[in-house]
């Protein structure tokens, strides 16, 4: 579960959203009364995201000329002192013509030190910018006096100035752009030879090589460093989670040998949704814990110490697996045809685990507890498999009180009707769908597609009990506003189509600059709402793909947001610059492209990583196809370096870690160099393409439940489009069209194997269903049978919503909706349209149906 999704749930019902639009309706009752202030005469102010900006103007009017980087100084703040620290800073900068900027409001502050917030930004409430060393002592000495006495979040990334809330950290004071060594572009300094290079903001304090530490900090480094965890009786062996509230540490206890686990608090960090802090909710897991003590069903407390201002609460270790990982382990729809035997002896043992959670949560209602935040990551199986504990009682509240919930995993959350031990009772009504079908997150959107799972559930469990599911429905849709559902099938084509693209542009947005179509949270990073993936290009490919009329609104819309693009966007084909390009010459706005491609040539391109996303090979796929259609010899040489440089890379070493897949593994790559041997016919092309599939195939595994051939991560398997080994299947279909090869095809056939499950979690078309379908309609692996994808299009109505009355599908981690290509509807949208649609050939860009392999033209 990626804890980032939750907090861009909270601002809109249907759609992920930045949190800052939370209260957009009437915003200025959300600011501090500073951020209201009237801006000073001679100044700039800007909202950027979640800060405020504030920057004095020079004489003539300009923008004033400081440093681009250096030492930065950031203030914390607590939701109680907050006002007051921005009215200090701002009083001290404003006169001294300090630039500064802070975050405006009490609800942006909350999110920012948020359980689940980044461990990265954490605790910055305030940035000014001294000019030089001299200014830095100065403003610390007379801010700090100022502030002396104010409490503040501990800031991970920087050093700390005595006992208050001022931290210091070098770093980028202007927003400049480097491609890192992974590829990606990142925020960016200049080191001492000038050259720029990454801004490391890792949670910990780290002072770049080429600077040196200023005097007047050396006392605070050091006083820094004198907190250990050497005189603890606990060797901690490892850290089994990090979040902005601390660790979660696994250890032994000296004294006795025992295994134990260590779960740290940090003050005023890791906020809940009542404010309170991790600490604080350390505190209340503990008396819960102790209420609970004898019970069998709770890990016993063995301490309770600070180390510095950290809180550490001690338990004993339990032995199991969390209830999650049985879902690889032994669900038997991981397979495309389930033995009958394994579903009925499957369904056997999940309704005994849930009659043994609810024995659980009886014990602690008996104690007077509500446990608060059921869910299947929160409950251990013994090794027995049969029975379970429940872990992590931060949230827990005594049942007397009858409290509404404040914080639980979105597949498990109660509505605001249910108070006290009903809260655990609506998580065990979903625990009862969960354990067949694990997409419980699908009533965050609408309670009433609990209806329908249970339909689902009772056709491929046959064997569940009369009355399981009912009651668990009957008990998620009490009270519940229930939506109206789909009115038509995915398959049900040409009328699927129209439903979603009505669904789409009903939700655009034209009149925002940062989105047009709603999607994945990755659409609010730099240039995600242009790319391909998540934004608005994406989208207008898979309409124009999938045979609907021309968005001219929408092609607009990226026409003046490219003109130019934002700093900072990235230069890949799904990730940026490169695909808008390519979407816009498809569109027919070849000079916009040409111009875009002539920018990406302009920066240090050469260095970006290998891949399909991100990297060269997606690049190169663009600068091919232009050089094609449009005759400029500087674009195809281009493309030829760019295929040089890949050839060269794949004869260096293979590092030790890296990806899979058609996105960020080297499959990507053996696509561009197909393409490019398609177009020169030089064999050493297509030899590397080999190579690089080969790489691909050497990190994926046969599964055991008969689930084919999958992408192995090391902790997970994955059969999908993007990071999994359909994507790897696709170009495999693309390289035996050139070259007989028996490892390949029996290969493909594995993967195959794995495109044809009963059951994925999610329905988007590179991490989930849709991917599945575009691959069964385009491979020409002679199993790929009509019937199995017409068994894939029928499940994708598993996870089919409405929105505004037509066809919608959720987005990654389904709490929302998402129109995008890479998880939303513009993705099923092209992937149906594929498989149904006899005049349109969808299909991704590069990788258009197949042909013989004398064909030559376009591969759009």
């Known amino acids: 579960m990626d804890k980032r999704y939750e907090v861009y749930a909270l601002a809109d019902r249907h759609f992920y959203e930045t949190p800052d639009r939370l209260s957009a309706a009437g915003q200025d009752t959300a600011l501090y009364e500073t951020a209201r202030r009237e801006v000073p005469e001679g100044w700039d102010a800007a909202r950027i995201g979640d800060w405020l900006t504030l920057t004095p103007r020079a004489a003539d009017g300009s923008p004033l000329a400081g440093p681009a980087q250096g030492w930065k100084i950031h203030a914390s703040a607590t939701r109680e002192n907050a006002e007051r620290i921005a009215g200090i800073v701002w009083d001290y900068c404003v006169p001294r013509r300090i630039p500064f900027k802070f975050v405006p409001g009490p609800h942006l502050l909350h999110l920012r030190n948020a359980k689940y917030a980044g461990r990265d930004t954490s605790g910055k409430f305030v940035t000014v910018y001294p000019a030089d060393e001299e200014q830095l002592h100065l403003v610390l000495r007379e801010l700090g006096k100022l502030l002396e006495g104010l409490e503040g979040p501990y800031i991970l990334t920087d050093l700390r100035w005595y006992d208050g809330p001022l931290y210091v950290r070098y770093g980028a004071f202007a927003r400049t752009f480097v491609v890192d060594e992974r590829g990606s572009l990142v925020p960016a300094v200049r080191d001492g030879a000038g050259r720029t290079v990454p801004d490391r903001r890792a949670p910990s304090f780290q002072v770049p090589e080429w600077v040196t530490l200023p005097s007047f900090l050396q006392p605070h480094l050091q006083a820094r460093n004198t907190t250990t965890v050497g005189e603890l009786p606990y060797r901690i062996e490892k850290a089994l989670h990090f979040s902005n509230g601390g660790g979660v540490y696994v250890g032994t206890d000296t004294r006795d040998g025992r295994k134990v686990v260590l779960k740290e608090g940090r003050p005023h960090a890791g906020l809940a949704a009542d404010g309170a802090d991790a600490t604080a909710r350390l505190e209340r897991e503990k008396q819960a814990l102790e209420q609970a003590a004898g019970t069998g069903v709770v890990p016993e407390v063995r301490d309770w110490f600070m180390l510095g201002d950290h809180r550490f609460l001690v338990m004993d270790f339990l032995e199991g697996r969390p209830l999650n990982s049985f879902f690889a382990l032994r669900h038997p729809l991981l397979s495309p045809d389930p033995d009958p035997d394994a579903v009925a002896a499957y369904t056997r043992w999940a309704v005994r685990i849930h009659r043994a959670v609810e024995r659980a949560v009886e014990a602690l209602h008996a104690r007077g507890i509500v446990f608060n935040d059921l869910h ?96 668990a429905v009957a008990e998620i849709t009490r009270g519940a506003v229930v939506g109206s559902p789909a009115f038509v099938r995915p398959g049900d084509w040409p009328h699927s189509r129209d439903s979603m693209v009505k669904a789409i542009l009903a939700s655009a947005t034209p009149e925002r600059e940062d989105r047009l179509f709603p999607g994945d949270i990755a659409q609010f990073s730099d240039g995600g709402g242009l790319g391909l993936a998540h934004g608005a290009a994406g989208v207008l490919y898979a309409l124009a793909r999938g045979g609907a009329e021309r968005y001219e609104d929408g092609e607009r819309w990226l026409l003046a947001r490219t003109e130019p693009a934002p700093p900072g966007t990235p230069l890949g084909l799904y990730d940026g610059l490169a695909g808008v390009a390519h979407v816009l010459d498809l569109l027919g706005h070849r000079q916009r492209a040409l111009d875009i491609v002539d920018g990406i040539l302009a920066e240090r391109w050469q260095n970006l990583s290998s891949d399909l996303h991100g990297g060269l090979a997606g690049l190169g796929l663009v600068l091919g196809e232009l050089a094609r259609r449009t005759g400029e010899p500087e674009l195809r040489e281009r493309a030829a370096e760019a295929a040089r440089i890949l050839v060269r890379r794949l004869g260096e070493p293979v590092a030790e870690r890296r990806r899979a897949g058609l996105l960020r593994g080297a499959s990507g790559q053996a696509l561009f160099l197909l393409r490019q041997y398609e177009r020169t016919g030089e064999r050493d092309l297509l030899d590397a393409a080999a190579v690089a599939l080969r790489r691909d195939l050497d990190l994926c595994v046969v599964q055991k439940n008969g689930s084919g051939l999958e992408v192995d991560e090391g902790w997970r398997t994955l059969p999908y489009l993007g990071d999994g080994s359909a994507g790897i299947g696709m170009v495999l279909d693309d390289y035996l069209a050139h070259a007989a090869d028996d490892g390949f095809d029996k290969a493909r056939a594995g993967i195959l194997t794995a495109a044809t499950s009963r059951f994925y979690a999610q329905s988007g078309l590179f991490q989930g269903r849709a991917g599945m379908i575009l691959h069964l309609s385009r491979t020409t692996h002679p199993d790929a049978t009509d019937r199995r994808r017409a068994e894939q299009i029928d499940a994708l109505g598993w996870y089919a919503m409405a929105y505004e009355g037509q066809l919608a599908f959720p987005g990654n981690q389904m709490m929302r909706l998402s129109m995008d290509l890479a998880t939303g509807t513009a993705g099923c949208l092209l992937a149906l349209a594929a498989a149904l649609d006899g005049e349109t050939e969808a299909h991704l860009p590069f990788l258009p149906p197949l042909r013989r392999p004398t064909e030559r033209g376009s591969a759009i």
């Open 376 to 471: 299947v990551f929160n409950i251990m199986v013994a090794p027995d498999e049969e029975s379970v504990h429940l872990i992590d009682f931060e949230a827990a509240a005594p049942v007397a009180e009858g409290a509404r919930q404040i914080v639980a995993h979105p597949g498990f959350f109660a509505p605001p009707d249910r108070t006290g031990a009903d809260i655990d009772r609506y998580a065990l009504a979903c625990l009862r769908l969960a354990l067949f079908l694990p997409v419980t997150t699908l009533f965050v959107v609408d309670r009433g597609k609990a209806a329908h799972l249970a339909e689902v559930i009772a056709e491929q469990f046959p064997d569940v009990p009369a009355g399981f599911l009912d009651e």
